[in-house]
């Protein structure tokens, strides 16, 4: 597609429920990564992938959160158990090369903001 | 830890005035930084990408400046119009990685028409 589509663009979850937040990246784009933005703050990383591989989870913030990729195109971010503290902006980036490649600009979808009650 | 700092957090001037925005690092062990602008419900728009070994990248109005001894780097935006109007952030990029961006909290800008 033209740009990065994320969803749904708004979840409202109870605690303890499990969500699933929807990433399709630009077609052909070889690396995909997942922040996690609360409100008045930056972006914070949570998970890269490059192609179908996930190559770094060190930013999930605890094993309730869960991403894949597994067949190198879209890919899904999944918490279960949602807590109040998960209540964020998620966003989605891609880029065309993977990780060594240089320069990475990054293409941003418009973001999953989740608010759990 | 490398930490990123936007100061002010907020920002207000006139239409037609030139303006610098301002981002700080603590470590100089960095791949690159970018800046990005976040319009509210539209996701972030990268606007110039600076590589360590650059001094400067120019886009339209826009020009970035990066001094990895001091740990700065500027946005000026010249001319400034009610479009500009949006949240300026900065990512480094660390030393050891080139995905892995750290990001500063941002400055919101409003152009008062």
């Known amino acids: 597609g033209a740009g990065v589509s994320q969803s749904p663009r708004y979840k409202v979850a109870k605690r303890g429920q499990d969500v699933a937040l929807r990433c399709d990246p630009i077609?052909?784009?070889?690396?995909l990564f997942w922040y996690q933005q609360a409100l008045g703050q930056g972006p914070e990383f949570l998970t890269y992938f490059q192609n179908e591989a996930q190559l770094d989870k060190s930013g999930l913030p605890s094993d309730r959160f869960f991403a894949e990729r597994p067949e190198g195109s879209v890919s899904t971010l999944k918490i279960q158990r949602t807590q109040q503290e998960d209540s964020a902006v998620y966003l989605c980036?891609?880029?065309?090369?993977?990780?060594?490649?240089?320069?990475?600009?990054?293409?941003f979808g418009a973001g999953s903001r989740l608010t759990v009650l | 830890k490398q930490e990123v700092t936007q100061i002010p957090a907020a920002l207000s001037v006139p239409e037609g005035e030139n303006l610098v925005l301002n981002c700080s690092f603590t470590?100089?062990?960095?791949?690159?930084l970018q800046w990005f602008r976040q319009d509210p419900g539209k996701g972030l728009t990268s606007l110039l990408l600076?590589?360590?070994s650059q001094r400067e990248q120019t886009s339209g109005r826009l020009n970035a400046s990066l001094d990895k001894s001091s740990g700065r780097s500027t946005l000026y935006i010249a001319a400034s119009q009610p479009g500009d109007s949006a949240t300026y952030l900065c990512?480094?990029?660390?030393?050891?990685?080139?995905?892995?961006?750290?990001w500063g909290a941002g400055t919101k800008l409003i152009i008062k028409p």
């Open positions: 470590d100089s062990a960095i791949y690159n």
């Open positions: 077609s052909g784009h070889v690396s």
């Open positions: 600076i590589q360590s």
């Open positions: 980036a891609s880029s065309l090369e993977g990780v060594g490649s240089g320069a990475n600009v990054l293409t």
């Open positions: 990512a480094v990029g660390p030393g050891d990685s080139n995905y892995q961006l750290i």
